[in-house]
């Protein structure tokens, strides 16, 4: 049996919730293009997602540590995929598109520069009068203007939805600017669910980053409420050793499940409550319905607190944050101070572009891996380096 687009959409029909987003409802492509006979549009995007240059380049750009601190740490890539990992679960749970959910997971983070956000506020700092520089924005512009892989038009071409998920996704880390994706109206809810997502994969991965670098405090942690009522379905005794690996591992796979379980309930919940049966409904409602309970909002807040204080700000993190800075700064210096320094290609967008030299500079910077710049700072200066 072949399994057609129409059968498909048909199966959509039958399995997502009334408020989730059908492919058959897309408000569709800025450049016209034929259905594909037997792939939805959100499955296509996401594939498009994936081959991109700026995808591949992830798995060299910081979440917290530095490539060279070793090879078991997250990246932007594996984060990125525990994120979708994650998001689908949350999507499926719901009733919502999990293709749509997934686009938006594995492509919220393509515009981050190197070094994580140390490197996003160095670059928007360069650019203050030039544009600025925000990794969302550079995300959409990813997606829209930077990746060339069609002859007719720039970017990938994706569909409304996922465009829109990308430019609303909205958590502690994200400036929204949705002025031109109706900002008025609620992202879909596969959008927020993404947003959600977001937050469980980098709290949690960066907790266990924490504790397998030895950064983070075994007993401290073992003090958080959320984290107690973790160990405490683990039997794991009254001073359980979070440096064990096995524990460790068990103990990060159950936080996963309490935070993904919470998110499902509330927001089921809040859905009910506000009374949505379609995707009118939710779009017209004045705030997100993806949340968690009071009670985890509050654990959560309480876990941020704890990271940002004994992860964030440990000195080995504000080291690589400085260097990251040194090295960023010294770069667009010197590109900007002597272009000719910049590859051919990079030159000759100087001319074309909008925005002038500090733009091209900056989406060149921005491009970049954590390992490409330190490649390049040397060369910029060092003399025994090869150009």
């Known amino acids: ?61 910081t979440q917290v540590f530095v490539y060279s601190e070793g090879d078991h740490y997250r990246n932007r890539l594996t984060h990125s995929i525990e994120v979708a990992q994650i998001g689908r679960t949350l999507a499926r749970g719901l009733g919502c598109n999990e293709d749509l959910t997934e686009a938006i997971c594995l492509a919220h983070d393509l515009g981050h520069p190197p070094f994580g956000h140390v490197g996003e506020e160095t670059l928007n700092g360069l650019m203050q009068r030039h544009g600025g520089f925000d990794h969302q924005r550079q995300t959409y512009r990813v997606l829209t203007e930077l990746e060339h892989r069609y002859l007719d038009h720039p970017g990938l071409n994706l569909t409304y939805e996922v465009l829109e998920g990308v430019v609303k996704h909205d958590t502690d880390y994200d400036v929204v600017d949705a002025s031109e994706f109706a900002p008025e109206e609620r992202g879909t809810l596969e959008c ?33 409420a959320l984290a107690q009522r973790a160990l405490a379905g683990l039997n794991a005794g009254p001073q359980p050793d979070l440096r ?7 103990f990060i796979r159950r936080l996963v499940g309490i935070e993904v379980t919470d998110a499902i309930a509330a ?31 509050a654990e959560n807040r309480e876990l941020k607190h704890f990271l940002y204080h004994n992860f964030y700000r440990n000195y080995r993190v504000v ?18 101070e002597q272009p000719q320094q910049l590859p051919p290609e990079t030159q000759e967008k100087v001319a074309q572009h909008p925005d002038g030299l500090h733009r091209v500079v900056c989406d060149y910077i921005a491009g970049m891996t954590d390992r490409y710049a330190i490649q390049e700072y040397r060369r910029l200066y060092d003399m025994e380096e090869r150009a």
Do not use: C
Request: hydrophobic share 40%; charged share 25%.
């Open 1 to 61: 049996m072949i399994v057609t687009r129409t059968l498909l959409e048909e199966r959509e029909a039958q399995v997502l919730a009334p408020y989730a987003m059908h492919n058959s409802a897309s408000r569709g492509r800025f450049f016209p293009e034929e259905l594909h006979p037997y792939r939805l549009e959100y499955q296509r995007d996401r594939d498009r997602i994936i081959h991109t240059t700026a995808f591949r380049r992830l798995e060299y750009k």
């Open 192 to 224: 927020q669910l993404s947003n959600l997502a977001d937050e469980i994969a980098y709290n949690t991965s960066d907790l266990d980053d924490g504790l397998r670098a030895g950064l983070l405090d075994p007993a401290a942690v073992a003090n958080l």
């Open 244 to 250: 064990h690996d096995l524990l460790r591992h068990r």
């Open 267 to 297: 927001t089921g919940a809040q859905l009910d409550a506000a009374g949505v049966a379609s995707l009118d409904d939710l779009r017209a409602l004045p705030e997100n319905v993806a949340r968690y309970s009071a009670e985890l909002a």
């Open 319 to 336: 080291r690589m944050a400085v260097k990251a800075e040194r090295t960023l700064t010294a770069l667009f210096g010197a590109y900007v």
